[in-house]
T-cell receptor, first 113, second 113 residues
Framework: EDQVTQSPEALRLQEGESSSLNCSYT??????LFWYRQDPGKGPEFLFT???AGEEKEKERLKATLTKKESFLHITAPKPEDSATYLC??????????????FGTGTRLQVTL | NAGVMQNPRHLVRRRGQEARLRCSPM?????VYWYRQLPEEGLKFMVY????????ESGMPKERFSAEFPKEGPSILRIQQVVRGDSAAYFC???????????FGSGTRLTVV
């Protein structure tokens, strides 16, 4: 069974204080690792997909990296509008119908002035 | 393109009533997924459908829950004889292809009183 563990559960940063969120996973045949952002009362918003170890992707102040066992979401010089819950998910399976995502419980990020 | 549309946004049902949640995927998307998010828990996969077919229902409770995605019209998640434990946020997502990142709707928040 695929498993995803995110840490820390909650993180409070001051504006400009860079940090990283961790996503550890076990999966049978990784097809993709996904990062989403979720604001209160809303659905998850897609950020990145990573497919193989060593891959990196960037978007504004966010950078996602992937190894064979974990992924990191690096936040550089965060702003208050980056406050949200960040979700990590894996899509695994060696068969053609393996489409479901297995999510972690998320990291709640709060960025203060 | 209005994205993935879910309605209603909020639904209140008394114990024993039926709940019907609707999801219209993004234009051109033929793959639909339903997830449930309980308070303080991660998103849990329920079911994966294509037009007129259930592909994977491994996350659906064995009783009271059903889903369909007809040839015409939205996908429907139906919960019969609701109980308090069914109170949760239900999210629908759609994708262009299987094994592809997908887009979530804003969810339906079901409250059973």
């Amino acid at each position: 069974e695929d498993q995803v563990t995110q840490s820390p559960e909650a993180l409070r940063l001051q504006e400009g204080e860079s940090s990283s969120l961790n996503c550890s996973y076990t999966v049978s045949g990784l097809r993709g690792l996904f990062w989403y952002r979720q604001d209160p009362g809303k659905g998850p918003e897609f950020l990145f997909t990573l497919y193989s170890a060593g891959e990196e992707k960037e978007k504004e102040r966010l950078k996602a990296t992937l190894t064979k066992k974990e992924s990191f979401l690096h936040i550089t010089a965060p702003k208050p509008e980056d406050s949200a819950t960040y979700l990590c998910a894996v899509q695994g399976g060696n068969t053609g119908t393996a489409s479901k995502l297995t999510f972690g419980t998320g990291t709640r990020l709060q960025v203060t002035l | 393109n209005a994205g993935v549309m879910q309605n209603p946004r909020h639904l209140v049902r008394r114990r024993g009533q039926e709940a019907r949640l609707r999801c219209s995927p993004m234009k051109g998307h033929s793959h639909v997924y339903w997830y449930r998010q309980l308070p303080e828990e991660g998103l849990k996969f329920m079911v994966y459908l294509q037009k007129e077919n259930i592909i994977d229902e491994s996350g659906m409770p064995k009783e009271r829950f059903s889903a369909e995605f007809p040839k015409e019209g939205p996908s429907i998640l139906r919960i019969q004889q609701v109980v308090r434990g069914d109170s949760a946020a239900y999210f629908c997502a759609s994708s262009l292809q299987a094994n592809y990142g997908y887009t979530f709707g804003s969810g339906t928040r079901l409250t059973v009183v």
